[in-house]
């Protein structure tokens, strides 16, 4: 079984500030890794994922996560935020070789930008 | 591409009544759609997984009787929650992935209220 774990519930970051919003996951098998941004009363949208290949990843919104093995970790980052991307932030995980395809979110990480 | 809708957006029922939401793939063929639940500021937490022309897997600690799902055709998914109670308000999420590595695409989501 897989697991997710976002270690800061919320970030408060001024407006030009870099960020980095911190996920660790457990897993005993290969895993793919992702990162969705919620924004108020919408739906989840895919931010970027890593499936293999490079471990630095780039996303939309000029955001980037690196893949560590060896830490288990997928910490998502941007060097300069904007008001816009005050959002909640999920991290999650998907066993790689799993015909369920099942997605274990994070408790997410609520990103506020002040000005 | 790769768009979910979700029909309705929002929906008030009363105490007792059967909501049915529609979850549609609309520009690719979903082999697979998931239904989640949302509590206010919490994580998404995995009701089931429905593959076309099957039945649902359920999670453990869901009511499949109370959860009807049916994925009647590679683009629309429905989740009927039979008799709502107060309970039962939610923030319900689907989302639906194609054949292939796991990436999964998020509706909008549908608030339901039960009074």
């Known amino acids: 079984a897989q697991s997710v774990t976002q270690l800061d519930s919320q970030v408060p970051v001024f407006e030009e500030a870099p960020v980095e919003l911190r996920c660790n996951y457990s897993?005993?098998?290969?895993?793919?890794l992702f990162w969705y941004v919620q924004y108020p009363n919408q739906g989840l949208q895919l931010l970027l994922k890593?499936?293999?290949?490079?471990?630095l990843v780039k996303g939309i919104n000029g955001f980037e996560a690196e893949f560590n093995k060896s830490q288990t970790s997928f910490h998502l980052r941007k060097p300069s935020v904007h008001i816009s991307d005050t959002a909640e932030y999920f991290c999650?995980?998907?066993?790689?070789?799993?015909?369920?395809?099942?997605?274990?979110f994070g408790s997410g990480t609520r990103l506020s930008i002040r000005p | 591409g790769a768009v979910v809708s979700q029909h309705p957006s929002w929906v008030i029922c009363k105490s007792g009544t059967s909501v049915k939401i529609e979850c549609r793939s609309l520009?690719?063929?979903?082999?697979?759609m998931f239904w989640y639940r949302q509590f206010p500021k919490q994580s998404l937490m995995l009701m089931a997984t429905s593959n076309e022309g099957s039945k649902a897997t359920y999670e453990q600690g869901v009511e499949k009787d109370k959860f009807l799902i049916n994925h009647a055709s590679l683009t629309l998914s429905t989740l009927t929650v039979t008799s709502a109670h107060p309970e039962d308000s939610s923030f319900y999420i689907c989302?639906?992935?194609?054949?292939?590595?796991?990436?999964?695409?998020f509706g909008p989501g549908t608030r339901l209220t039960v009074l």
């Open positions: 890593y499936l293999s290949g490079s471990t």
């Open positions: 897993s005993s098998v290969s895993v793919y």
């Open positions: 520009d690719f063929q979903a082999t697979t």
């Open positions: 989302s639906a992935k194609q054949r292939g590595p796991d990436t999964q695409y």
């Open positions: 999650a995980v998907s066993e790689r070789y799993s015909s369920a395809s099942k997605i274990i």
